[in-house]
């Protein structure tokens, strides 16, 4: 309708904005309540336009299309709450897990830096932080700030199940179920965020090979959100599939896991309770052989140190490398390696051919299968003239080797010598042995000496 002649329209006054912003957003919020989004969406885009400049509107709209996979959109809406309310990092953050979701890891980081450059002490942005780092392929710097942003809100239910799959993810499933077992025995059972939680810890037990507690947290989850936002019946059923085949792999993460919570008493245990003896035996063995001194010396799976003990006075160079940090901090403080990384045993063979003159494997193989590719890379690692010495549990049943209910596995004689032979290692000394005790019994095991 025209205005008459000679009369001015009057614009709104504030008043009248405000009034037609809040019964948008009213209309808006009554409609999310139905599950009528798009009455929501159109009411939450009128607001918009009503206050540009007002946070709340477009911050309610990014969260509806972001809920919808419309990303690019939803970001857009964040980055307008961001403008409109600065101060408030949560916006940036929002923005950063939309663009982070799309695909956009380099935008994520960008808008998450920024806001790390002036609020390290925001938890939500140290967790994000962790988990764009880890997509980076930065594993260091994600477990720092998954560590960072434990301390900053360590009773953050929802905020651990975040950190928890970053270090699920990061091969550190130990930590993961060592921050989520004291808070999910003092979580209320309705907070809503206990069933994610279930769900990382059933992850990190599974990750452990400890399948018993994983379906127990994952059937407590489903206990917890019967709608499963989780996946817990999935993970279940994979589980249950998996038992059922009778498959039962060790994996890198399993095994430094394992000794990551065994460190700090397996010396005592060893010696005690277990009776172990395989780095000395190894010591005698070499000997025997005439394997002289001033050698550089590889201590493969070198635990706390107790090999590199045995085998130091013959070493010009040691080097010790095992898969658990833990582990490695122990053999440190023994002050007798010349180098110690943590790494897996096949990676650290490969980083230089010919490099050494002994490599020890003292009760390490027990961890393996199929030996071949092992003996392959040691042969690889060897100089000319170089020396494998290791035990393994000797296996006496049907196959070459096979997975004991002690979670070690047993390797035939004859698949010893086919791998030593298949590497061009022929044997130098050959043994039946016990290289610890198990339930009161001597363990039956073969120690050999292979000469490249």
């Not at 002649?5 to 957003?25: A, T, V």
């Not at 599939?241 to 005592?268: C, K, N, Q, W």
């Not at 070493?315 to 122990?330: F, I, K, Q, W």
């Not at 403080?333 to 990676?347: E, N, P, S």
Request: net charge negative; hydrophobic share 50%.
């Amino acid at each position: 309708m025209s205005p008459s002649p000679g009369l001015e329209l009057i614009p709104p006054m504030p008043s009248d904005l405000s009034r037609d912003y809040e019964q948008r957003m009213t209309q808006a919020y009554d409609a999310l309540d139905a599950g009528d989004e798009a009455a929501a969406e159109a009411a939450l885009t009128a607001a918009v336009s009503l206050m540009p400049g007002v946070a709340e509107a477009p911050g309610a709209l990014g969260a509806l299309l972001r809920r919808q996979g419309r990303l690019d959109e939803a970001a857009a809406q964040f980055a307008a709450a961001a403008m409109a309310e600065p101060d408030r990092a949560a916006w940036a953050l929002e923005q950063a897990v939309c663009r982070a979701d799309a695909g956009d890891t380099a935008g994520a980081w960008a808008l998450v830096s920024g806001v790390l450059g002036c609020r390290a002490n925001e938890a939500a942005a140290q967790r994000l932080a962790a988990r764009l780092q880890l997509s980076l392929g930065e594993k260091d710097a994600a477990l720092a700030h998954a560590r960072e942003a434990r301390f900053l809100a360590p009773h953050d239910l929802e905020g651990a199940a975040e950190i928890a799959q970053v270090l699920v993810d990061a091969g550190d499933p130990l930590a993961a179920a060592e921050l989520l077992e004291p808070l999910l025995a003092h979580a209320h059972p309705a907070d809503p965020a206990r069933a994610a939680c279930l769900v990382m810890q059933g992850r990190a037990w599974m990750a452990l090979a400890e399948r018993g507690k994983a379906a127990r947290c994952w059937r407590q989850a489903l206990e917890a959100d019967p709608e499963d936002q989780g996946g817990a019946t999935r993970l279940l059923a994979t589980l249950e599939a998996a038992m059922a085949a009778g498959s039962a792999d060790l994996t890198p993460t399993y095994v430094r896991a394992l000794f990551d919570r065994y460190a700090d008493r397996f010396d005592t245990d060893l010696t005690q309770k277990l009776r172990y003896q395989a780095p000395d035996l190894l010591r005698r063995a070499l000997d025997a052989v005439g394997v002289g001194s001033g050698l550089d010396i590889l201590d493969i799976g070198c635990g706390t140190g107790l090999g590199g003990v045995a085998v130091k006075p013959l070493a010009r160079h040691l080097a010790g490398v095992d898969l658990s940090p833990r582990m490695v901090e122990h053999a440190r403080a023994r002050g007798l390696y010349d180098r110690l990384w943590d790494a897996d045993l096949m990676g650290a063979l490969a980083e230089a051919d010919g490099a050494w003159e002994l490599v020890l494997a003292a009760d390490v193989l027990v961890y393996l299968g199929d030996l071949v590719p092992v003996f392959r890379a040691v042969a690889q690692a060897l100089k000319p003239g170089g020396r494998f010495a290791a035990t393994v549990e000797r296996w006496t049943g049907e196959g070459a080797y096979a997975l004991r209910e002690s979670r070690r596995y047993a390797h035939a004689q004859d698949h010893v010598l086919t791998a030593a032979a298949g590497a061009g290692l022929p044997v130098e000394h050959l043994a039946s042995v016990a290289p610890r005790w198990e339930k009161g019994r001597p363990v039956d095991g073969l120690l050999f000496v292979l000469r490249k």
